[in-house]
């Protein structure tokens, strides 16, 4: 009986597919709009729902976390860090700004 291999393209993450569809949601939720404190979280839960719900159509057998943060334009500084073990071979990141 022969093994499953899968094709090459789907044994990584794709950071640039992901990108995509994560700027997608992102652009589709804030396009236009105007820092409002009071629609942080509404837009923070719709990004963040919207982001996994179109990874998952992907058909991937990967295990998605999305991160999400709202800051004003106000000059201030924002810096966040973080830091992952994980197989670099199938396993990636990407960042969104």
Same mark, same amino acid.
């Given at each position: ?8 393209? +789907? *044994?990584?993450?794709? =950071?640039?597919? =992901?990108? +995509? *569809?994560?700027?997608?949601?992102? +652009?589709? *939720?804030?396009?236009?709009? +105007?820092? &409002?404190? &009071?629609?942080? &979280?509404?837009?923070?839960? =719709?990004?963040?729902?919207?982001? $996994?719900?179109?990874?998952?159509? $992907? ?5 998605? *976390?999305?991160?999400? =943060? ?12 973080? !830091? ?5 071979? !199938? ?7």
């Amino acid at each position: 009986m022969e093994e499953y291999q899968p094709h090459h393209e +789907d *044994i990584g993450f794709n =950071a640039d597919e =992901a990108y +995509d *569809i994560v700027k997608e949601c992102v +652009d589709a *939720i804030l396009s236009g709009m +105007d820092y &409002n404190q &009071n629609r942080v &979280n509404q837009w923070t839960a =719709a990004i963040v729902e919207q982001s $996994l719900t179109h990874l998952v159509k $992907l058909g991937k057998m990967y295990k998605y *976390i999305v991160t999400y =943060a709202v800051m004003q334009k106000s000059g201030s500084g924002l810096h966040i860090d973080s !830091s992952c073990f994980w197989d670099t071979t !199938s396993d990636g990141t990407c960042t969104i700004r």
